[in-house]
């Protein structure tokens, strides 16, 4: 058995990149760029401030997977070859019926009593789909550079926060894999690993072994939620402008949702709602993030990809080189070494490059993680540029206060590499 201090070294290796994940949420500047191409899909970030709102009386959320009798799949082109080629079937959500929250009638067009905005275009589900993860990424993401976290953490029995990147406290590796592996419940490292996926099992097995060893699931998963939302109040006060209306517009994305396939998010819809309209906002955020993050596993698993591979080729695609922010992984130089042989066979890297055919490949797994939040981007439907108006400036005031990494995955691999 590895001693507890293995464990720790294990642990921190991954512990400044562990939050960022390769489904591009907010991955900076550089991101979709390399040295030959110089073009990304670019979200629009809005930075106007809402005006206050008054609360609204929002219904009980009943429960996030509803009752859908009548449901009818089918094909949905999207204009685009990569979606084409993929021949996937989109659940047409049109044909919900929201007996819970309408009395058992069927409202075609509708949810929550709001009209579903139908999308058929390619470009324009790729540009909502990941501006709704940028603006959100440093809004939830910062759970895992919370001080309030760290501190609930210590408390527990668990080391504290190893130090910081320019002033952004850093996450316990132990910590880090026990409380987001809790969503799933007290699971063990096996679990943990295969959901978080892109982690050398190596370092996260060892690790939840030694948190379980400290708390509970239901402990931790509790001292995670309060720090959380903890740092957001400490930093945005506790009612911003606008987070009555963007609780009800989130709780509505979060609705449509399925959990088939995605362990992280079937874990964040046993967890209850919290009582506040910022804390619920957090929440529904966290599912989101989530959703995301299982969805875009299941696209590079589905490209016959593995998790150091995936790795190297979202280096190349955020702009970064070879073996810098996976690094954060834990995977060693004879894993990287013969990843990118295996990725230089199938002729998708070469030379420390893209090809094109490396290059294809990796946009397509964000464009086939993209269709998957389909039914989310319909479901916010005309709100979506005022969902976006919102948190976009809260995200933006959580990095000027340190509570998120300025840089994002950038600033996370040039930390990895002074190690």
Known sequence: ????????????????GALVH????????????????????????????????QRRRLRRHQGFQRVASGRRVRRRQLGNQHLERGHQFIV????????????GESRQSTFYGCPM?????????????????????????????????????????????????????????????????????????????????????????????????????????????????????????????????????????????????RPLFAGTLSQSIPDTDLGACWHFGDMIREYRGDSHTAAWISAGLDATEIGLLTELYWGLPLKSYSR??????????????????????????????????RERIEVDTDRQMLGCIEAIGDDFDHLIAMLAPWSEVVRNFKGYPAAGPHELAAAASKR
């Open 92 to 103: 047409d959500l049109r044909t919900d019926v929201d007996r819970y929250s309408h009395g």
């Open 117 to 261: 905005t139908r999308i058929t275009d390619h470009a324009e589900l790729a540009r909502k789909a990941r501006a709704l993860g940028a603006a959100l990424e440093p809004f939830v993401g910062q759970v895992y550079f919370s001080p309030e976290c760290h501190a609930n953490y210590v408390a527990l029995g668990f080391q504290p926060s190893p130090g910081d990147m320019n002033g952004v406290a850093l996450p316990e590796g132990i910590a880090y894999f026990t409380s987001r592996g809790s969503l799933m419940g007290q699971v063990p490292g096996e679990v943990v690993a295969a959901a978080f996926a892109v982690f050398n099992p190596a370092a996260v097995i060892p690790s939840v072994t030694a948190g379980w060893a400290i708390t509970d699931a239901a402990t931790i998963c509790a001292a995670r939620r309060a720090g959380a939302i903890a740092q957001l109040e400490r930093i945005l006060g506790a009612k911003p402008g606008g987070v009555a209306r963007a609780r009800v517009i989130l709780e509505r994305a979060v609705g449509v949702l399925r959990p088939e396939g």
């Open 22 to 53: 390769h489904h591009v949420f907010d991955p900076g500047s550089n991101s979709g760029r390399d040295a030959e191409h110089g073009q990304r899909q670019r979200t629009h970030d809005r930075s106007i401030q809402p005006s206050d709102e």
């Open 328 to 361: 954060t992984r834990a995977w060693s130089e004879d894993d990287f070494a013969a990843a990118i042989d295996r990725l230089e066979s199938r002729g998708l890297v070469h030379d420390g490059a893209f090809t094109e055919a490396g290059r294809e490949i």
């Open 1 to 16: 058995m590895l001693e507890r201090g293995t464990i720790q070294g294990l642990a921190h290796t991954v512990a400044t």
